[in-house]
């Protein structure tokens, strides 16, 4: 690395921590064109990126895994090891004589081709307070609703309503976090939009108090710190907002 990638680098570093953030500082972890908006507290290290566009809510952290096709990911989630997010299940063609792309690419292609094979790029959007459990897989477009939770190595192929608890390949409802009250309740009180001054204030271990709490509050939106990373020509590109 010469001296100006290693001065980048360092003032990278500085403004990650400044926010207490954390993402890969080597282009390797990052696809072509990638642009993400993160809020403070966010930590995705060993992650790589491939979306086009993401936004990362705050505090919420990744310990390891892929990200593809994904648009949103809320605040305050949970994500373990290995996960991949956005996979594209037809990525190849399933209904042309080979699903190899030797038919629709100059790469690694032993033939002069014109023919073109693209899927259609969906989306997940993830809500806030989600926890994905270890090596779990999330297909392309699929929608994880607030306070749902993935379990370990499962394969979620259809959305995922709020509180709802999937587990299993496909991955099925197998309960609620809560019951249909609470969580018609909880779906009026957006709590991880609240500064941390009124968060601190709540019976986190006792959900009726909790929200007896959270009917309450004075509803304030916290308006948290962001970094925007760009990867442009191979270059990473971080800058506060
Ligand atoms: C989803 C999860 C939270 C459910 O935990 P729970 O509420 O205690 O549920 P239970 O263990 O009572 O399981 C309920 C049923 O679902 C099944 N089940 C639970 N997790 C499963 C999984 N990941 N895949 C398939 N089936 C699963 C259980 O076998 C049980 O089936 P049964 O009713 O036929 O006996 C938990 O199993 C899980 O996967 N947690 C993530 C763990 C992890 O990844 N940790 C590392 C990162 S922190």
Request: proline share 4%; hydrophobic share 40%; net charge positive.
């Amino acid at each position: 690395m010469n001296i100006v990638g290693l001065i980048n680098r360092a003032s990278n570093q500085r403004l990650l921590k400044s926010l207490s953030i954390k993402l890969p500082l080597t282009k390797e972890s990052y696809g072509k064109t990638v642009e993400l908006r993160v809020e403070e507290g966010a930590r995705f290290n060993r992650v790589s990126f491939h979306s086009k566009k993401l936004e990362i809510g705050a505090y919420s952290y990744m310990h390891s895994g892929e990200i593809y096709m994904v648009s949103k990911i809320g605040r305050y989630c949970s994500i373990a090891e290995r996960v991949i997010i956005g996979v594209d299940p037809v990525g190849h063609p399933v209904d042309w004589l080979s699903t190899h792309p030797f038919q629709y690419t100059k790469k690694h292609s032993p033939i002069e081709t014109s023919l073109v094979y693209k899927s259609k790029w969906e989306d997940v959007e993830i809500g806030n307070d989600v926890w994905i459990g270890q090596e779990a897989m999330i297909m392309k477009g699929v929608k994880i609703g607030n306070g749902a939770i993935v379990g370990a190595r499962s394969i979620v192929t259809e959305n995922v309503p709020d509180y709802a608890v999937v587990v299993g390949i496909p991955a099925k409802i197998i309960k609620y976090r809560f019951s249909e009250s609470v969580i018609e309740k909880l779906q009026q009180y957006p709590w991880w939009c609240l500064p941390a001054s009124t968060l601190q204030k709540l019976f986190f271990n006792d959900i009726e108090k909790a929200i007896e709490q959270l009917s309450k509050v004075s509803w304030s939106e916290e308006a948290f710190s962001k970094v925007h990373v760009k990867i442009k020509n191979k270059k990473i590109l971080f800058k506060g907002d």
